[in-house]
């Protein structure tokens, strides 16, 4: 069973503990958070059921008047650009206790069946999108509020070995470089291998550098308020050298090293978020070319992506 503790600074101790309907302990994500390492959060799905308990303290000896203790679990999107002012587009409450008196340790159980989860936890650039459990102790004027938040993660079934044509796309300068460069597919799970071939048809300039970035773009709004947010989350070197006419370079980039989340199309009308592979080259004045595909990614379900009802735990960007 898991149990995380709020801030013994309130005036009021709260704990929560996520266990599921047999007893049996929740599995957790790996969740990554920039510049503080990781943090271990309990691990749903869509249409998982959350059990829990809630633990109220009060001082020995003493006793604490209330005005009810309630728990709500809340969906929230959050914008950089409106910090403060979470989007809730999920919400549900739970009542553990009507007015009264505390006059020692009282322990709550709770369950939310069957949560409508649709939406991944992300943590981005200039959005976050995260799912907490808020316990509330009602004091009159004044309230003690502690959250504990989750983590969720959904799958798609394993894509078919075919999707479709392969990409195929041309970077050129009139009479001084043509160059061809193959995928073998659009859409790829997390745990996929980019494969394909560099073709150098034409080759006038004297060529020193070639890699793949893989690049992801956060959108937010719309209209004249849309912003977008680009970030090079790895580089993969193709080559280093000068390459000739005729010459074919493959490509194998494995994606499980980096991390990745699945692409998301306007979640909650609040944001979305795109990959792209770049094709960087560098000549030797260090002129620099570029040619950009998106690529569509998706968690995958199958046994090799995920364990039951709970995915093992999994690094994630933060």
Same mark, same amino acid.
């Given at each position: 069973?898991?149990?995380?503790?709020?801030?013994?600074?309130?005036?009021?101790?709260?704990?929560?503990?996520?266990?599921?309907?047999?007893?049996?302990?929740?599995?957790?994500?790996?969740?990554?958070?920039?510049?503080?390492?990781?943090?271990?959060?309990?691990?749903?799905?869509?249409?998982?059921?959350?059990?829990?308990?809630?633990?109220?303290?009060?001082?020995?000896?003493?006793?604490?008047?209330?005005?009810?203790?309630?728990?709500?679990?809340?969906?929230?999107?959050?914008?950089?650009?409106?910090?403060?002012?979470?989007?809730?587009?999920?919400?549900?409450?739970?009542?553990?206790?009507?007015?009264?008196?505390?006059?020692?340790?009282?322990?709550?159980?709770?369950?939310?069946?069957?949560?409508?989860?649709?939406?991944?936890?992300?943590?981005?650039?200039?959005?976050?999108?995260?799912?907490?459990?808020?316990?509330?102790?009602?004091?009159?004027?004044?309230? =003690? +509020? /502690?959250? %504990?938040?989750?983590? *969720?993660?959904?799958? #798609?079934?394993?894509?078919?070995?075919?999707?479709?044509?392969? !990409?195929?796309?041309?970077?050129?300068?009139?009479?001084?470089?043509?160059?061809?460069?193959?995928?073998?597919?659009?859409?790829?799970?997390?745990?996929?291998?980019?494969?394909?071939?560099?073709?150098?048809?034409?080759?006038?300039?004297?060529?020193?550098?070639?890699?793949?970035?893989?690049?992801?773009?956060?959108?937010?709004?719309?209209?004249?308020?849309?912003?977008?947010?680009?970030?090079?989350?790895?580089?993969?070197?193709?080559?280093?050298?000068?390459?000739?006419?005729?010459?074919?370079?493959?490509?194998?980039?494995?994606?499980?090293?980096?991390?990745?989340?699945?692409?998301?199309?306007?979640?909650?009308?609040?944001? =979305? +978020? /795109?990959? %792209?592979?770049?094709? *960087?080259?560098?000549? #030797?004045?260090?002129?620099?070319?570029?040619?950009?595909?998106? !690529?569509?990614?998706?968690?995958?379900?199958?046994?090799?992506?995920?364990?039951?009802?709970?995915?093992?735990?999994?690094?994630?960007?933060?």
């Amino acid at each position: 069973m898991q149990r995380l503790f709020g801030n013994l600074g309130q005036t009021v101790p709260i704990q929560l503990e996520f266990h599921r309907r047999d007893g049996q302990p929740v599995k957790n994500a790996t969740v990554k958070v920039k510049g503080l390492g990781t943090e271990q959060l309990p691990l749903f799905n869509n249409k998982d059921s959350i059990y829990g308990e809630v633990k109220v303290s009060n001082i020995p000896g003493k006793k604490l008047e209330h005005q009810g203790i309630k728990v709500q679990l809340l969906g929230q999107i959050e914008l950089a650009s409106e910090r403060g002012h979470p989007h809730d587009f999920l919400a549900l409450v739970r009542d553990l206790s009507p007015p009264g008196d505390l006059v020692q340790t009282e322990k709550y159980g709770f369950e939310f069946n069957d949560v409508e989860m649709q939406y991944d936890s992300y943590r981005g650039l200039q959005v976050r999108l995260r799912y907490i459990l808020r316990v509330t102790v009602s004091k009159g004027y004044s309230s =003690s +509020v /502690k959250d %504990f938040p989750f983590w *969720v993660r959904n799958f #798609e079934p394993l894509a078919a070995p075919t999707n479709g044509a392969p !990409i195929k796309m041309e970077v050129g300068i009139e009479e001084c470089l043509h160059i061809e460069f193959e995928y073998d597919k659009a859409k790829y799970h997390l745990k996929d291998t980019v494969v394909g071939k560099i073709y150098f048809l034409l080759v006038r300039i004297k060529l020193k550098h070639m890699e793949v970035e893989i690049r992801r773009r956060e959108t937010t709004g719309s209209g004249q308020s849309m912003h977008n947010e680009n970030e090079t989350l790895a580089k993969y070197e193709i080559m280093d050298g000068a390459p000739v006419r005729g010459e074919a370079i493959p490509i194998r980039l494995f994606l499980s090293p980096y991390d990745l989340t699945p692409t998301y199309k306007t979640v909650h009308n609040k944001f =979305s +978020v /795109k990959y %792209f592979l770049n094709l *960087v080259l560098v000549d #030797e004045e260090d002129r620099r070319y570029f040619k950009q595909q998106e !690529i569509q990614l998706y968690r995958a379900s199958d046994a090799s992506q995920a364990n039951g009802p709970h995915a093992a735990a999994a690094t994630l960007v933060s």
